[in-house]
T-cell receptor
Framework: AQSVAQPEDQVNVAEGNPLTVKCTYSVSGNPYLFWYVQYPNRGLQFLLKYITGDNLVKGSYGFEAEFNKSQTSFHLKKPSALVSDSALYFC??????????????FGKGTKLSVIP | GAGVSQSPRYKVAKRGQDVALRCDPI?????LFWYQQALGQGPEFLTY????????KSGLPSDRFFAERPEGSVSTLKIQRTQQEDSAVYLC??????????????FGAGTRLSVL
């Protein structure tokens, strides 16, 4: 079975400071990993994904994430936070093959608040 | 359309009523997914369609939940004899190709179901 853990319910950061939103995962085989962002009353918007190759993935709005296989982590980062980055962030995983390969499994989400 | 469209956006039902939730995926998208998002949680997989074929319905919580996509485009999620625990946001997502290869899923804004 596949699972995702986002250990922080909320992350507060000052505008202009770097931000990190943590994610760890568990799968039987190799993972596809995703980050999505959700604004109030909106659907989830895709930010970035890791499939294979370079462990550092760059995505939308200046976000990036680093895949670390030994630590089974896929933390989301941004060098300089904006107030408009305040939202709910979800990490998701899917196994490359196997019974769960149709399903995206999401973490519980981390609320990011960027303080002006 | 430009994105995934879901209707209605809000639905209030009395316990025991039947409801039908509609999803209009992005035109030409092969894959369609339904997720259930309870308050304060991440989305949880319900079911997956590849064109008109329902390939995975392992996430449907009970036999009161039924989904269809008869012509491989619009999908309907039906919940019979609604219960209070069915209250959640129901998200629909579509992707261009068959599930696999880390395809991006594009989400609609969701239908918020409240069962009184």
């Amino acid at each position: 079975a596949q699972s995702v853990a986002q250990p922080e319910d909320q992350v507060n950061v000052a505008e202009g400071n770097p931000l990190t939103v943590k994610c760890t995962y568990s799968v039987s085989g190799n993972p596809y990993l995703f980050w999505y962002v959700q604004y109030p009353n909106r659907g989830l918007q895709f930010l970035l994904k890791y499939i294979t190759g370079d462990n550092l993935v760059k995505g939308s709005y200046g976000f990036e994430a680093e895949f670390n296989k030994s630590q089974t982590s896929f933390h989301l980062k941004k060098p300089s936070a904006l107030v408009s980055d305040s939202a709910l962030y979800f990490c998701a995983v899917r196994e490359i093959s196997g019974a769960g390969s149709y399903q995206l499994t999401f973490g519980k989400g981390t609320k990011l608040s960027v303080i002006p | 359309g430009a994105g995934v469209s879901q209707s209605p956006r809000y639905k209030v039902a009395k316990r025991g009523q039947d409801v039908a939730l509609r999803c209009d995926p992005i035109s030409g998208h092969v894959s369609l997914f339904w997720y259930q998002q309870a308050l304060g949680q991440g989305p949880e997989f319900l079911t997956y369609f590849q064109n008109e074929a329902q390939l995975d319905k392992s996430g449907l919580p009970s036999d009161r939940f039924f989904a269809e996509r008869p012509e491989g485009s619009v999908s309907t999620l039906k919940i019979q004899r609604t219960q209070q625990e069915d209250s959640a946001v129901y998200l629909c997502a579509s992707s261009l190709e068959a599930a696999g290869l880390g395809n991006i899923q594009y989400f609609g804004a969701g239908t918020r179901l409240s069962v009184l």
